[in-house]
């Protein structure tokens, strides 16, 4: 674990609160699939949480740009988008960040740097090569930041991405959220190579492996990642080990993985892990701990309250925004 001394009290407790909320959204977001009130795909982010919000605390805001997977409610939360509209979105309502015609796999923000879910697997990444491209060309200072699973490491697309960012020198940070599960089959069945980062090696990228667990381990090396970027045009790649508590999607009970498996990632719960190391540094106690997760329980039903009362889209939207 990185020690977390030197690290203002606010950014650590901005860090726990960020993960909180996005563990209680996504619980709650299950809840109410499991209740009908939330149609399609759905896929729950409980347990990587550290991956997102390190990811973002990384990112210079202003310029920075973020592409992703399906997987993409964290990733929006940490980015600043409002949990009201995510829900709303999951909901399919037109107060929803996409206007409700994306739903769970396609967030979006272009102003807050959050470039979209992609319902495709491994799809973003040639289209973060794309937004990196453009940002080399506008000479913006941003960089991009593209997220995929172990899965999609295995998608062509991800090979020929890398390859022609290694030849153009883009500024882009490419990040394997590295799961331990391609929807029902592990790594070490899908995989030829156990440690996925060494991929990069063979396009000439810098890569390493990184603890997804430690929000502070991921926020160190994204950001020395997206500064080199920034500064020299050079890509990078970072596998960020991680564990994802649920199934895949709504409709998987994850029976493929074992008690033990499951009981010993969770004794490596990314939230509890910093608020114990808060605590014995004398930064929060239980009690406000607790207060803290009343306080973002509420929030959360509130955006559920927001969903439920928020309009359909019109059916006049059904044509809007289809060109560009």
């Not at 990184?210 to 990078?236: C, H, N, Y």
Request: with cysteine; aromatic share 8%; glycine share 12%.
């Amino acid at each position: 674990m990185r020690p977390i001394k030197g690290y203002d009290k606010e950014v650590l407790h901005s860090l726990l609160k960020e993960m909180l909320l996005i563990r209680r959204f996504e619980e709650k977001a299950g809840q109410m699939y499991g209740l009908k009130k939330i149609g399609g795909f759905c896929h729950l982010y409980n347990g990587q949480e550290a991956v997102c919000s390190g990811v973002a605390a990384a990112m210079d805001r202003g310029v920075d740009r973020l592409l992703t997977g399906y997987r993409d409610h964290g990733h929006a939360i940490s980015l600043g988008l409002e949990p009201k509209g995510i829900m709303a979105e999951l909901y399919g309502k037109a107060t929803g960040v996409s206007k409700g015609k994306g739903g769970s796999m396609h967030m979006f923000d272009r102003e807050k740097g959050m470039w979209g879910g992609n319902g495709i697997v491994g799809g973003q990444i040639p289209m973060a090569a794309g937004v990196a491209f453009a940002q080399k060309y506008h000479q913006d200072g941003g960089a991009t930041v593209c997220l995929f699973g172990d899965g999609a490491i295995h998608q062509g697309a991800f090979h020929e991405a890398m390859n022609l960012a290694a030849i153009w020198k883009l500024p882009a940070v490419f990040i394997c959220e590295n799961n331990q599960y391609g929807m029902g089959t592990s790594v070490g069945r899908a995989s030829s190579v156990k440690d996925l980062f060494i991929k990069g090696q063979a396009y000439g990228i810098p890569s390493k492996m990184v603890d997804g667990m430690d929000v502070i381990a991921v926020l160190e090396e994204v950001k020395a990642a997206l500064d080199t970027a920034r500064k020299d045009f050079q890509p990078s790649f970072l596998e960020i080990k991680t564990y994802r508590y649920k199934g895949h999607s709504m409709s998987d009970p994850a029976k493929y993985r074992t008690k033990e498996e499951t009981e010993s990632f969770l004794q490596q719960d990314p939230i509890l892990l910093l608020k114990t190391r808060m605590e014995d540094a004398g930064l929060i106690t239980e009690e406000q701990y607790k207060e803290l997760d009343r306080q973002l329980k509420e929030e959360v039903m509130q955006a559920v309250e927001f969903a439920e009362s928020s309009p359909e889209p019109a059916l006049s939207e059904m044509y809007s925004d289809i060109y560009a």
